[in-house]
Each structure stands twice: as C-alpha cells, then as structure tokens.
C-alpha cells in the first residue's frame, strides 16, 4: 500500500457515505456556539427572564380580561332571565 494523500481519501469516504445513505445534515442557518464570559451569560439570562415574565404578565392580563368580560356579560341582576324566573315560580 502507498499512502493515500487525506484530501483523496476524505474525498472517498465521503462518496462511499453518498452512496449507502440518503441522510444530509441541515444547512447550518446560525453561527457556531461561542464562548461568553460570565458577565455577558448572567445579563442574557436576566433579559430573557425579564421578557419571558414580562411576556408572562401580559398572557395573564388577556386572560383575566377575557373572563371578566363573559363574566360580565352572563351576569344580569334584573335581567330578562330573572323576571322570567320569578314568574314561573310566582305562577306556582
């Protein structure tokens, strides 16, 4: 055997890969990982936690709001649905 320069056999390997699978690796839409000190890390992490309970609080404000507006609209103290009620049982 003579030595087969890496170029060559990478070239090889991966026509041997080309030819046994079908599977492809995503194109790769990000940059690489990279290295952050300590300090950038904690205020990262400290606005994603602020946005995520900022987020949160909104969610939270829609959804009260949505309750209290059907609350708001099923609740009829001297509505239709009593008169009716009270004839019925007053008729009784």
Known sequence: GSPVPPEERRLRDKKHLDDITAARLPPLHHSPAKLLSIEESITIQIQQKEAYEEMQAKLAAQKLAERMNIKMLRFEPEG??????????DED
């Open 80 to 89: 239709e649905a009593s008169v009716q009620y009270r004839e019925v049982r």
